[in-house]
């Protein structure tokens, strides 16, 4: 491709929408352009790219035996009516009316509309197992869409199913599923990391996502480099962690702690420690309220408390009017005792003596708090975040934790579409069972991101070979030199008869605008045409080498070959 052709408007400054890096170099080397909250156009160097993303994932997932087919984005509604989602989703799913009045969504995600088209359309039990996928524009109204492509509102993603006669069938249709998804993410170049997830709401026996690590990721993950233990914070069993406690058999007290509503105000006004106080946080779950404790050092896991307490929708904090009312006081001093709502204290807390908590009265707080002699939480049960130097509830080794960008999940589905839609199957006896399903999503788009985020340095994108847009770029360093426009054109010529995808920057520009935008647009290798083209040298540079080396002209093209084909 012509750069001088190519629709390839870069930024020099970075556009103040973007907080990441991965959103800016996106915007800066223009991949892609902006439409609307997490709605993105993508320009021709962003289109190659995700091509390629796609067609890596295409290729694993046939390997693995899946079958591709395309199922429609404009969905009725009612296939999502009898699974119950069209509620479930809430305002994160795009509805929309037809001019008949009917209901429709756009898909934010196929469980219920494969499950239909099998029932429909599969007519045997011999033709278990099946595993169909698509790769296919998915909307979600996201409450906070940010980050470019990584959190969109239109997003592309790869959603495989599989349809199993016994959990057998399943576990095998799933290891398959895994085992292509570590091909497909290390074929994009990215560093990823399989870790344990929370299957709670979906339901299900079995849950893993797939993570890169980084500090922009949404996801809390956990680790331990002892024993390769790894699970998203949700999942993650903390074991409760003894600390130093104040001794003795003291009296419980009412003490004045004027406007100290946060445990650091606390800490500094009392002169405790962070671990000698509870926090009590009052949240909204479903229709009622509840209190959660910790440690006041500790933060709640939101989703392990909704699980444990068994709600529909996620557990919202509650409003200050409500706090209010429920603990006679402001916010900021609710404690357990007298507390007339189901109190959930974390198993640290459990472990706690003569400790703080608020005394739902304002500006108080009690001290010398003891569980089973001042009150008695509902339940005790693990409901905090881990967090770096807890212990391995594997190996009792040390847990490390840090940021990742969910880029895949699989998950060990059972029967829960099956059972809602009626997907049934009549066994060799004649008996009628139900099939077993899994479901396989992949962040096709926000791959894309992921791999910026990862492979980037301060002149711009390092794309792997695998996903980079051209594979080699061809620069004639002075645009009004014959000899080196003719070298370079006959250079360019050579590796696109060789398969080599290749862009020539036959652009009027000076040679360090056309350097800065090679670098910026992220191209594995390129060769710069220069002064010494005369005695048959040009210079040659891996986007990750320091420094270009010098080569002989009639050397080139066969060194970019196998730079590429080693590489891809
Ligand atoms: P998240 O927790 O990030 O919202 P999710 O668990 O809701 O994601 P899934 O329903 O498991 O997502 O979707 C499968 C994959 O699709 C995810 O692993 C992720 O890579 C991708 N994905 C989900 N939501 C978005 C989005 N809003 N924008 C881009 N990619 C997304
Ligand atoms: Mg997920």
Redesign the pocket.
């Known amino acids: 491709m012509r750069m001088s052709k190519l629709l390839m408007p870069t930024l020099r400054e970075v556009p103040a929408e973007a907080e990441i890096t991965s959103h800016k170099l996106m915007l800066r080397a223009g991949l892609i352009r902006k439409l609307a909250a ?1 709605i993105y156009s993508y320009l021709p160097l962003g289109l190659r790219s995700l091509k390629k993303v796609e067609q890596i994932v295409r290729e694993e997932m046939d390997r693995a035996g899946a079958q591709e087919l395309l199922m429609a984005a404009l969905l009725p509604a009612e296939a999502y009516q009898a699974s119950g989602r069209w509620e479930v989703f809430g305002p994160s799913m795009f509805k929309l009316k037809d001019r008949g009045e009917r209901d429709f969504c756009l898909g934010p ?1 196929h469980e219920e509309i494969f499950t239909q088209t099998v029932i429909d359309n599969v007519r045997s039990y011999k033709e278990y197992p099946m595993t169909l996928y698509q790769i296919q524009t998915k909307y ?1 109204d ?1 409450g906070r ?1 940010r980050f470019g ?5 239109e ?1 592309i ?1 790869k ?1 495989a199913y599989s349809f199993d006669l016994d959990e057998k069938g399943l576990d095998e249709s799933y290891k398959k599923m895994y085992e292509a998804y570590c091909r497909i993410f290390t074929r994009l170049g990215l560093d990823f990391t399989v870790v344990d997830a929370d299957s709670g709401a979906m339901g299900g026996s079995g849950s893993q ?1 797939f993570m890169v690590k980084s500090p922009v990721g ?2 809390g993950i956990a680790y331990c480099d002892d024993c390769g233990y790894a699970a998203n914070y949700e999942k993650c069993e903390c074991i409760p962690a003894e600390c130093e406690q104040i001794e003795g058999d003291l009296e419980l007290e009412k003490i004045e702690t004027p406007n100290a509503h946060t445990i650091d105000e606390l800490v500094s006004s009392l002169g405790m420690a962070a671990h000698n106080f509870a926090k009590t946080i009052i949240y909204k779950a479903d229709d009622k309220y509840i209190a959660a404790m910790v440690r006041g050092d500790r933060d709640v896991n939101e989703v392990k408390l909704k699980n444990l307490v068994g709600c529909t929708d996620d557990l919202e904090l509650a409003e200050p009017a409500v706090v209010r009312e429920l603990t006679r006081a402001q916010v900021g001093f609710a404690g357990p005792i007298g507390l007339d709502i189901p109190v959930y204290a974390d198993k640290e807390v459990a472990l706690m003596k003569n400790f703080v908590v608020g005394a739902n009265v304002t500006d108080m707080h009690y001290k010398n708090v003891n569980i089973g002699r001042d009150f008695e939480p509902d339940t005790i049960a693990d409901i905090r975040v881990v967090v770096t130097g807890d212990k391995c509830p594997k190996c009792g080794g040390t847990i490390k934790s840090e940021q990742g960008i ?4 699989i998950f060990k589905l059972g029967t829960k579409y099956s059972e809602a839609l009626g997907l049934k199957y009549l066994d060799e006896s004649g008996k009628q069972q139900t099939v077993i399903m899994g479901c396989y ?3 096709v ?2 791959c894309l991101a992921a791999a910026v985020e990862q492979l980037h340095d301060d002149n711009g994108i390092i794309w792997p070979v695998s996903i980079a847009p051209y594979q080699a770029i061809v620069v004639p360093a002075n645009y009004k030199s014959e000899e080196q426009m003719a070298a370079a054109e006959k250079l360019y010529e050579e590796l696109n008869a060789a398969g080599i995808e290749t862009l020539i920057d036959d652009r009027s520009e000076r040679a360090g605008v056309k350097f800065k935008d090679a670098d910026l647009i992220g191209i594995p290798v390129r060769v710069v045409v220069g002064k010494k083209v005369g005695d048959g040298i040009v210079e040659y540079k891996e986007r990750t080498m320091e420094k270009a080396e010098e080569i002989k002209l009639d050397e080139a093209a066969e060194k970019v070959i196998e730079f590429v084909k080693a590489n891809l």
């Not at 492509?149 to 509102?153: E, H, K, N, W």
């Not at 969910?406 to 999940?409: I, R």
């Open positions: 997490g995600t979600r996201e869409p492509l990584m959190r969109g509102r997003f993603m959603d996502e949404e996801d969910e880029v895949g999940h999503g992949i962040g788009t926000r």
